[in-house]
């Protein structure tokens, strides 16, 4: 590429500063008259409103299309505000000749992140996902499609501060001026900010491929730490809503990342690519009513995750309520009819074997009811069964004997070890169940892996439906009043195994407020297990697409929870295997391939890491190829000179270090420091935090996804003794850094004398 003057360039910014100013008027214009269209729509609003009366048919036809405008006009705005920084990043010169490369007829076609015309509707810019788009980031010198010279415009607000150029044929016309050291190197080298940044203006050709691949079937995309395996994953999300917006708009993108830290650093990336109808969830929040942040030990996690636990999952759920009652006596027309606990069990069974428990109340009165007609066998049948299902006691009991049960509170009851073992979990499982309920009953959350089982029971038992309370004749009445005469027992339904009255369990500990309670108020709860099933649990929803990234981390049970919001879905499925922190991965890919079903498939591999300065990543490699020698490898592309600073400490200086190797470090780097500790150190580690705003204190598990501008990894074995992941868990967090790290190492056994708190 030819050397060019700051006077050269100083030239070809002017010249595209005039086209981006037209750019910037005609978008001003648009946004004038969307403020009009959203002030006629808000006027129709208040003509339709005067008067007294209620709307005639015509006004809510006019309504509907006031809010149609009001809608559409707001999306525009919303959208045109997201666009605005560095709205045009790319231009195209093309050359339409078939022969000699600058001698055919021109074009000068601009990208930018959204499509914007003038008055005579001619394209001042065209959006990056449309198909005349697509040479800027598909054209090589091999196969140029027509490009001459691709250039990127760098812009600060509405100003072009730099053009970085790249010639597509041998030599450029004489006319074309060539500039810049490349626009990739340029946007890898900045400071990375506390959010993922689009990267529109230079998506590599292999990334563009994956992108904009076709929309059906299942697109996996691999390639090892800092590949742009991420950033090109919700660049298609976008390409999709774009090329097919009603399908895509209408069924609904889902995207699952690792954790809630994962989806901060993300959630602008969409939007500023135009997009603001993806649902972002962590995996611990994909179940509505549900949100887990909690991380299980690793036996623990193991354990939940693995599809063995369906089997006692589904022993659970033909149990009975713990307090239900177990006898029914009562008179019907005349009759005593007398149904023990082995005849309820049976009419439980019979129920169980053809409905889901919470959608089964009426066929469990039937059941009922022919096992009472089996002792009286006198009279009519049908006569005697319409008014054994009609009689007040013969509800109450069944209200309190099939009551719809949340799946949350069922998994509670696994807090009863005896109970596990019952349904066959071995001691050591079922003790680490009961340790875990406990944990969630102490606490008042859930953890991560407990939602996939929430999602599973939830599946087995049907919709918890609120039963109709129906207005009883006085006839009615008067023998619920009497209901114990009868022996109906226990009606009272408590909440806890122990048969304590509700709200009086003795662990509930400090009320917490758990949100919305169903009713719009926050309630305060100081029932352990209120706690944990406040709001209403939400169904299923499906999606029309499914994102998924990390995930090699998703385990057999989320995967089953995932399809069951992708049983229709196309899917696009982002991860490394080198970083998994899930051991059995051969029983994931089963339980990973059933979530997807049979549609097609098609892969794509990133090699290059576009993250690490090549000196920080070479050091991650030779560790990881050492513990896992078919690690996926990437070449980094970017050298900058500067190693990793590896530091040792004793024990009781490791604070100190750690503290002014921060300052340093801060001191380095424009954006993010993160120090990245095991449990053992973080809480002593705060004071590093008085180094800077902008630096972080984290676990390990929460830097899966992310990237900052430099890091202290703090302990590295220690990460690697506490994480499920092992040594691929410390090939995560040493892979985080962009620019800068340092590795932090406690000598003389430190952590483990002076560690525990
Ligand atoms: N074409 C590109 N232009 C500019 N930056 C890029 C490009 N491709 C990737 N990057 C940057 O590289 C960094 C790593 O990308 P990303 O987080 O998507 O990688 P990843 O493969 O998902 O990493 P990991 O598996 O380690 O989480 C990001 O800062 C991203 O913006």
């Known amino acids: 590429m030819s050397a060019t003057t700051n006077d050269v360039v100083a030239v070809e910014i002017a010249a595209e500063q005039a086209h981006v ?115 800027f ?30 010639l597509m044929v041998a030599a450029a016309p004489e006319d074309l001026v060539v500039v810049g050291d490349g626009a990739l190197m340029a946007a890898l080298t900045r400071s990375r900010g506390e959010r993922m940044r689009d990267i529109v203006a230079t998506i590599q050709q292999h990334q563009d491929e994956a992108i904009r691949a076709p929309a059906r079937g299942v697109t996996e995309i691999t390639g090892g730490p800092g590949t742009g395996k991420t950033v ?95 006898e029914l006596r009562v008179f019907v027309a005349g009759h ?30 039937e059941a009922l009811a022919g096992l009472a007609w089996e002792q009286v066998q006198q009279g009519d049948r049908a006569e005697f069964v319409d008014r054994f299902t009609d009689a007040g006691d013969v509800e109450t009991f069944a209200r309190a004997w099939w009551r719809p049960v949340d799946p949350r509170e069922m998994l509670l009851w696994l807090v009863d070890e005896n109970l596990a ?29 407990d939602v996939a089982l929430v999602d599973d029971l939830h599946a087995r038992l049907g919709p918890v439906v609120d039963l109709p309370s129906e207005e009883r004749g006085f006839y009615e009445i008067e023998e619920l009043d009497d209901a114990s005469q009868y022996g109906v027992a226990a009606l009272r339904v408590g909440r806890d195994g122990d048969g304590r009255p509700d709200g009086g369990a003795a662990s509930g500990g400090p009320g917490s407020t758990d949100g919305n309670a169903g009713d719009g108020h926050a309630r305060v709860s100081r029932d352990p297990v209120d706690r944990l099933t406040a709001g209403r649990l939400g169904g299923v929803e499906e999606y029309a697409h499914v994102l998924v990234d990390e995930a090699q981390d998703i385990s ?27 051991d059995d991965l051969e029983e994931a890919a089963r339980a990973r391939e059933e979530a997807f079903g049979s549609s097609v498939r098609r892969a794509f591999h990133m090699d290059t890491n576009y993250r690490n300065a090549r000196e920080i990543f070479d050091h991650a490699a030779r560790m990881v190829r050492e513990h896992v020698p078919d690690a996926d490898i990437p070449r980094a592309v970017r050298e900058t000179g500067h190693h990793p600073a590896e530091l040792d400490a004793p024990a009781e200086e490791v604070v100190a270090t750690a503290s002014s190797a921060v300052r340093d470090l801060v001191s380095q780097v424009e954006g993010q420091v993160a120090v990245i500790a095991p449990d053992r150190w973080r809480d002593r580690l705060t004071p590093v935090l008085d180094a800077a705003d902008r630096v972080v204190l984290v676990d390990p598990l929460s830097t899966k996804g992310l990237e900052y501008d430099a890091t202290l990894v703090v302990d590295p074995d220690e990460i690697v003794a506490e994480s499920p992941g092992g040594v691929r868990a410390l090939y995560v967090v040493l892979t985080r850094a962009a620019h800068r790290t340092s590795i932090l190492r406690p000598v003389d056994g430190a952590g483990s004398d002076g560690g525990s708190d």
């Open 21 to 135: 100013d037209r750019v910037y008027d005609e978008l001003a214009k648009a946004a004038d008259r969307v403020g009009l269209v959203h002030a006629e729509g808000m006027a129709r609003g208040r003509t339709e409103r005067a008067g007294t009366g209620d709307p005639r048919e015509e006004e809510l036809a006019g309504l509907f299309e006031r809010d149609a405008l009001v809608f559409a006009a707001n999306r525009r705005r919303a959208s045109l505000e997201h666009q605005h920084e560095g709205l045009v990043f790319g231009r195209l010169d093309l050359d339409h000749g078939a022969g000699e490369p600058g001698t055919g007829e021109r074009e000068v076609r601009y990208v930018g992140r959204l499509g914007v015309r003038d008055d005579d509707y001619e394209p001042l810019v065209v959006d990056w996902r449309a198909p005349a788009a697509a040479p």
């Open 137 to 166: 980031y598909r054209a090589t010198p091999v196969d140029p499609q027509g490009v001459l010279r691709r250039r990127v415009l760098r812009c600060r607000g509405e100003q072009v501060v730099g053009v970085e150029d790249d």
């Open 232 to 326: 090109v994953a919700l660049h298609r999300a976008a390409y999709l809503l774009y090329s097919d917006r009603r399908r895509y708009e209408a069924g609904g993108v889902l995207v699952v990342g690792p954790s809630a830290a994962y989806t901060a650093y993300i959630e602008r990336v969409l939007p500023s690519l135009g997009e603001d109808t993806v649902s972002l969830r962590s995996v611990g929040d994909v179940v509505g009513g549900m949100t887990a942040t909690v991380l299980d030990d690793p036996a623990t996690a193991a354990l939940k995750g693995s599809l063995r636990i369906r089997t006692l999952l589904s022993r659970l759920t033909r149990e009975p309520v713990p307090d239900a009652p177990t």
């Open 336 to 365: 005593p009819v007398r149904l023990r606990p082995a005849d309820l069990e049976r009419a439980r069974r019979q129920v169980l074997r053809h409905h889901h428990r919470n959608t089964s109340y009426d066929a469990a009165v």
């Open 421 to 449: 073992r019952r349904l066959g979990a071995s001691v050591d499982e079922a003790r680490l169940l009961a340790d875990s309920y406990r944990r969630a009953l102490d606490d008042g959350r859930w953890s991560v892996a």
């Open 556 to 582: 057999p049970m989320q995967w089953r929870m995932l399809g069951r919001r992708g049983r229709w879905a196309s899917w696009t499925v982002v991860g490394d295997l080198a970083q998994a922190s899930w």
